[in-house]
């Protein structure tokens, strides 16, 4: 099994920048890629962004793009996910989760990961 925890999240006002971080650990050898998804309040949990270790590559939300930044550490076994110009939609519950996959294109991931946190809390003030 593996276990993600994450961290970082709070109450930012619109327009302002959240960075989230997430560690895995357990059976960490399994995974190929590390990604964030979101759950606002009524609504389904939904895919943000992913990144895959082998080829770096790269995936993100439409609503994600061009605001938000996800980084990863393989050796480490952590991603990281840094949001800017945060609109109050942005307001979730944000989970890290980690696939075995290493999928190198869209259409893979988004239907979600094998792996996943408890979730984190970003609220954004309007």
């Known amino acids: 099994q593996v276990q993600l925890v994450e961290s970082g999240g709070g109450l930012v006002q619109a327009g302002g920048s959240l960075g989230l971080s997430c560690a895995a650990s357990?059976?960490?050898?399994?995974?190929?890629?590390m990604g964030w998804f979101r759950q606002a309040p009524g609504k389904e949990r939904e895919f943000v962004a992913a990144l895959t270790w082998r080829g770096g590559n790269k995936f993100f939300a439409d609503s994600a793009k061009g605001r938000f930044t996800i980084s990863g550490d393989n050796a480490k076994n952590t991603v990281d996910l840094h949001m800017n110009n945060l609109k109050p939609e942005d307001t979730a519950v944000y989970f890290c989760?980690?696939?075995?996959?290493?999928?190198?294109?869209?259409?893979?991931?988004?239907?979600?990961?094998?792996?996943w946190g408890k979730g984190t809390l970003v609220t954004v003030g309007s």
């Open positions: 357990g059976r960490t050898f399994s995974i190929n890629a």
């Open positions: 989760a980690a696939d075995s996959r290493t999928c190198v294109g869209y259409g893979c991931y988004e239907s979600g990961m094998d792996y």
